[in-house]
């Protein structure tokens, strides 16, 4: 029997001329953030739609609590689309009692509206909220039946920085009552403040898995050396050096620090832009892909 | 400003020609609509009597007064309805072939008494048996009609344009991410576009009287019933046609194409008794025809229950019918 949450199985999801999801597997274990990266197109909203029972596979199957999803996944399952439109004509809070009334169990929609930050906007037609209060009523309706799992597709994208950093507190929030949370995400500051574990994922695929920061031990050494692309002669690409190539930079690893200044200065490559940084998840996306994130 | 209005001309006919579905649609309309008024209103001059013979089927050959020429002869199987249209002056006189023959006429009418003469002039041996009522007004008929179209295009179009939003929007994904099926979400929708039918219907209803006034000898509950089950039966009907489509102009056009055929054929503007079997039979294939036969033979003539039963059967039958297959085709996003 298995101790997982949400165990997905060799999932593929086929469309005319295209693969989305070409066989994933994962396992989420109950209490923790689990998240899902990569580039537009990847397949991660995909993968998380036919976890949330919204698409069904071409080939392989999702299982929660150990039994395929059904009614009991439904009830206890709580989800935020990437986009997502209300009834018209509702307020915040008539739109969160909509939704309270097709579970059987849940919370109080006043407590929702408290935990959401949203007191101030209940009685507020929901078509007139900016996008990061939009974002906020669609988490208090993800909430609304107290659920065990929580999928959060992509939940700041679009929002301005400070309604981004709100939202990742309200988050936080609710991962401190244990709850299960599925993120997909292309920010990787976002994965790297929320996630305990990630799947990275590229053209289908899982690139790499784990929790953050052994997956930058296992592919990095200490440190990251930045540099713009127009300040890195051709001739030093064939440096003895880890160098990787991202659209307007050149990121070259190494737990040589001193060495690595010195080959440079041979070669003699212009520092005076180069930035000393830790690898972030980022880096590991380029290392493990050869592309940038977001492009 | 001709190039920028230019630009989004030609960007909405793209989006309207590469719309298969609903091109399509667009153009086999209009042929429809020709082919069905001409059923309709095609073939010879309309007669200038209408006269009922009680029969199963009329045959010319069988009296010299049935060769008679601008008479419409129709057939008619019961007595105690026949009567019943001659007293309104629905029709303007009643034949029972012989022998020996015997004829009913409605004193008060003027055509009833044109008719008799020609009758007399063919069979002067033909029995009399006078009946007598007031015409009735050709508001007192249509009156359930104009109520019955109201509620038609309420039921069809307010529903499926609806749904379709809300699956455009991405509403309906959301909400199937809950336990909601797909049975709930459209009960729920009918029974929201029944209660507005209702009250829309019963405003009418009393406004109408209180302006105008109408004929109505029938049973008001009875009314209120086959309103009920004509409401679900047109409603589950526009909900089958919203229930997987995500064009609009597709699911205009299929709403087009129910609603012609019963603006034409279910008797909302003329009685289609007379016309061809086949016309009959293809209108008692809509639920509106049915609301229609039952509230006028309840408002004009005080059937009761027992005599409309078959009408609220069909429509009970059909809501359920509609109401299952939406639910087995629902597509809860844009596939």
């Keep these: ?295 | 400003m001709i190039r920028r209005l230019l630009s989004v001309l030609h960007a909405r006919n793209l989006e309207f020609v590469r719309d298969r579905s609903a091109l399509i649609f667009s153009l086999l309309l209009p042929v429809a609509l020709v082919i069905g008024m001409s059923f309709v209103f095609g073939g010879p001059e309309r007669p200038l009597f209408k006269v009922g013979i009680l029969s199963a089927s009329v045959n010319r050959d069988a009296a010299p007064f049935l060769r008679e020429h601008y008479v419409q002869f129709v057939a008619v199987p019961q007595r105690d309805a026949a009567l019943r249209e001659l007293t309104h002056q629905q029709i303007d006189l009643l034949v029972e072939l012989g022998p020996p023959q015997r004829y009913w006429v409605n004193t008060d009418s003027p055509k009833g008494y044109i008719v008799e003469k020609l009758l007399l002039a063919a069979d002067p041996s033909a029995q009399r048996q006078p009946v007598s009522g007031a015409a009735l007004r050709y508001v007192d008929w249509l009156f359930p009609g104009i109520l019955g179209m109201n509620m038609m295009f309420s039921c069809l179009f307010g529903v499926g344009y609806v749904v379709l939003r809300y699956r455009k929007s991405g509403f309906l994904k959301r909400l199937h991410a809950t336990p909601l099926s797909a049975f709930e979400f459209l009960s729920a929708q009918v029974l929201s576009r029944l209660l507005l039918i209702l009250t829309v219907t019963a405003i009418l209803y009393a406004g109408i009287g209180a302006v105008i006034g109408f004929h109505s000898v029938g049973s008001v509950p009875l009314l209120i019933l086959l309103a009920v089950l004509g409401a679900l039966s047109m409603i589950a009907l526009g909900l089958t046609i919203a229930a997987r489509f995500s064009s609009e102009e597709l699911v205009g056009g299929l709403l087009n194409v129910l609603t012609w055929p019963m603006m034409l054929l279910s008797g909302i503007w003329f009685s289609l008794e007379g016309s061809p079997r086949w016309v009959q039979w293809v209108a008692h294939a809509f639920p509106l025809t049915h609301v229609l036969d039952a509230a006028r033979a309840v408002m004009l003539d005080g059937a009761g229950l027992t005599q409309i039963a078959p009408h609220l059967l069909f429509l009970a039958v059909t809501a359920l019918a509609f109401l299952a297959f939406g639910a087995w085709s629902f597509r809860w996003r844009i596939e």
């Design chain 1, 1 to 295: 029997m298995s101790t997982a949450l949400l165990d997905v199985r060799d999932l593929v999801k086929e469309y005319p001329g295209t693969t989305a999801v070409a066989g994933v597997s994962f396992s989420v274990p109950p209490g923790i953030c689990f998240g899902l990266l990569g580039p537009n197109g990847a397949g991660k909203t995909t993968t998380i739609e036919i976890m949330e029972g919204i698409l069904p596979p071409t080939a392989g199957e999702v299982r929660y609590r150990d039994a395929p999803l059904g009614e009991r996944f439904r009830e206890e399952a709580g989800i935020l689309f990437q986009k997502t439109a209300l009834q018209d004509f509702l307020t915040v809070r008539q739109c969160i009692a909509l939704f309270r009334g097709l579970y059987a169990r849940g919370l109080d929609v006043e407590t929702v509206i408290r935990m959401c930050a949203l007191e101030k906007l209940a009685g507020r037609d929901a078509r007139k909220l900016s996008g990061g209060q939009q974002q906020r009523l669609l988490l208090a309706i993800a909430l609304v039946n107290d659920p065990a799992v929580l999928f959060l597709d992509e939940p700041t994208t679009g929002l301005d920085p400070q309604a981004r950093r709100n939202f990742w507190e309200l988050v936080q929030s609710i991962k401190a009552q244990r709850k299960t949370i599925i993120l997909t995400t292309h920010y990787m500051e976002e994965a790297e403040l929320l996630c305990d574990d990630i799947v990275i994922m590229d053209r289908g695929r899982i690139v790499a898995q784990g929790p953050p920061r052994r997956l930058l031990h296992e592919h990095f050494a200490e440190v990251l050396l930045e540099l713009p692309r127009q300040d890195f002669p051709p001739q030093a690409r064939s440096l003895p050096l880890h160098i990787l190539e991202a659209n307007d930079r050149i990121e070259i690893t190494t737990d040589d620090l001193e060495g690595t200044l010195r080959t440079l200065l041979a070669a003699q490559v212009p520092l005076a832009n180069l930035r000393i940084r830790p690898p972030n998840l980022e880096d590991l996306f380029l290392e493990l892909t050869g592309t940038e994130l977001r492009p």
